[in-house]
């Protein structure tokens, strides 16, 4: 019986996923939201990223926090 190749594949080039890290930008209107070192599949041939559920909420929780405290820029850093 053969071994069934594990490695995740680029739903947009077919290009190897590999764990990673990004940045995330989000303009609220009123201001601007940015979240470096946040933990990402990222496509190695084309650079597509995705972000697990678990994370995306929890930069939604700190898009809203900024929002709450009408804050024009916030920069942080997201750890896993």
Same mark, same amino acid.
């Given at each position: 019986? #053969?071994?069934? &190749?594990?490695? =995740?594949?680029? @739903? ?8 990673? #890290?990004?940045?995330?930008?989000? &303009?609220?209107? !009123? ?5 470096? %070192? ?6 190695? =041939? ?6 697990? &559920? ?10 809203? %926090?900024? =929002?709450?405290? @009408?804050?024009?820029? #916030?920069? +942080?850093? +997201? !750890?896993?």
């Amino acid at each position: 019986m #053969e071994a069934k &190749d594990k490695t =995740q594949k680029c @739903h947009t080039c077919g290009g190897t996923m590999e764990q990673g #890290e990004t940045t995330v930008t989000v &303009d609220f209107g !009123s201001g601007v939201v940015v979240v470096r %070192n946040v933990p990402a599949t990222v496509c190695s =041939q084309c650079g597509m990223e995705w972000i697990d &559920d678990d994370v995306a909420e929890r930069i939604e929780t700190i898009v809203k %926090n900024a =929002q709450n405290k @009408h804050s024009v820029v #916030e920069v +942080l850093s +997201l !750890s896993a």
